[in-house]
């Protein structure tokens, strides 16, 4: 079964409301099994106009990518985000091939 991904872009207007974001996502993940492939961190463009941060976190199955971002409590931390941040997010099934 392939794995699920978000992929998320952000440009964050208020770190320490951002880190209250973060923390509070931290058991939502731990819940989905989720984990972290990249955690902001250095980036090169080369196509294209980024965000300055960006993230991808991985699921055991793009179902569970899905079930985390539609739960309640994911939506009570995003509702942390969402005003101190500008966010791109797309959930992608990963390939198994």
Not at 11 to 37: L, S
């Amino acid at each position: 079964m392939p794995k699920g991904y978000w992929i998320a872009n952000n440009i964050v207007h208020d770190v320490e409301t951002y880190e209250r974001y973060k923390a509070a996502n931290g058991p939502i993940f731990a819940k989905w099994n989720a984990r972290f492939i990249v955690r902001g961190g250095q980036q090169h463009t080369g196509e294209g106009t980024p965000y300055p941060r960006t993230v991808v976190i991985e699921f055991p199955s793009y179902a569970d990518a899905i079930a985390c971002y539609e739960s309640p409590e994911y939506q009570d931390a995003k509702a942390i985000r969402t005003p101190v941040s500008e966010s791109q997010l797309i959930i992608v099934e990963g390939y198994d091939g």
